[in-house]
């Protein structure tokens, strides 16, 4: 989730660095696409449920599978020198079967994800998108809490795969693929119905 920030020049990464090493605390964000800036406030705690419950489950999988490290932001990913990111989860991919040093950059990702709020649709949707694609991120899901549902991308895709049954994720060949049944996730993370009055 981001927002444009309201201050209009191109920015460099030395800029937004210093942003980072001023901010108090790990909130809010700040991301480099193209010299523009967003800036993400904190998130609600629909968005919190969601990342945490999605972490815990491609997490597993991914170690399972031995196909790298899930990470969370506000860790920080540089596809390119100029660029900088924050996804809510991603995927760091394995490097000759073991997890990337602690201390070495981000470059790479085997999958992005953003969880959606109204100031970052734009930005999510297409800023960040479309960056995604073509510097050969193989998948992009950009959850949408609203709607529950999954917007699927890949480098090629001109539109999302929309998904609010099953997902499948088979980022390697030789593994069984990662299932989520998307209806029963969300039912999970939304808030208990009240119970009903005493009569």
Do not use: C
């Not at 995927?91 to 999958?111: E, S």
């Amino acid at each position: 989730m981001s927002m444009p920030a309201l201050r209009q020049h191109r920015w460099t990464i030395e800029e937004v660095e210093r942003l980072v090493d001023e901010r108090e605390g790990y909130t809010p964000r700040y991301e480099l696409v193209g010299g523009e800036l967003l800036v993400t406030p904190g998130p609600n705690r629909l968005h919190q449920r969601i990342v945490r419950d999605l972490l815990v489950l491609v997490s597993e999988y991914v170690k399972r599978f031995r196909l790298g490290e899930v990470s969370f932001g506000p860790g920080e990913v540089k596809l390119t020198p100029q660029t900088r990111f924050e996804p809510d989860l991603f995927v760091i991919p394995a490097l000759n079967g073991k997890i990337p040093r602690w201390r070495d950059a981000v470059t790479q990702m085997l999958l992005a994800i953003e969880v959606l709020s109204p100031s970052s649709a734009r930005h999510d949707r297409i800023t960040k998108r479309r960056f995604f694609q073509q510097h050969g991120v193989p998948q992009y899901w950009v959850i949408d809490p609203e709607a529950q549902a999954f917007e699927i991308w890949t480098p090629t895709d001109d539109r999302a795969e929309l998904i609010d049954d099953r997902l499948v994720w088979q980022p390697l060949e030789t593994a069984p693929a990662f299932e989520l049944d998307v209806r029963r996730f969300f039912a999970e993370v939304a808030d208990d119905e009240d119970p009903p009055a005493d009569r």
